[in-house]
Nanobody, 120 residues
């Protein structure tokens, strides 16, 4: 069982930056691939980024590559999402999630989400 708690969301102006954090419970954090997803009002949830167990590989939605960076600190059981050059269309609830195996597939555990609002 893994429990995930996101933090770091908020209101930011376009062009600004935010860093989201996701703290995981349990001693098996290093066994999980961690993903970031987002869901805007009226839209389906979409993949944002993922990072492998050791943190040596990251994957991004094509449209976000270059602005968003995923990282993790296994010693702190925490994964991060650094978001730069934010745009109003980045406004969404951001979720972290955990799964074993490939970064692409159904994620087993989910956090409650954190709201990110980008004003123009």
């Amino acid at each position: 069982q893994v429990q995930l708690v996101e933090s770091g969301g908020g209101l930011v102006q376009a062009g600004g930056s935010l860093r989201l954090s996701c703290a995981a419970s349990g001693r098996t954090f290093v066994s999980y691939v961690m993903g970031w997803f987002r869901q805007a009002p009226g839209k389906e949830r979409e993949f944002v980024a993922a990072i492998t167990e050791s943190g040596d590989s990251t994957y991004y939605a094509t449209s976000l590559k270059g602005r968003f960076t995923a990282s993790r600190d296994n010693g702190k059981n925490t994964v991060y999402l650094q978001m730069n050059s934010l745009k109003p269309e980045d406004t969404a609830v951001y979720y972290c999630a955990a799964r074993k195996g490939s970064y692409w597939g159904e994620y087993e555990y989910w956090g409650q989400g954190t709201q990110v609002t980008v004003s123009s």
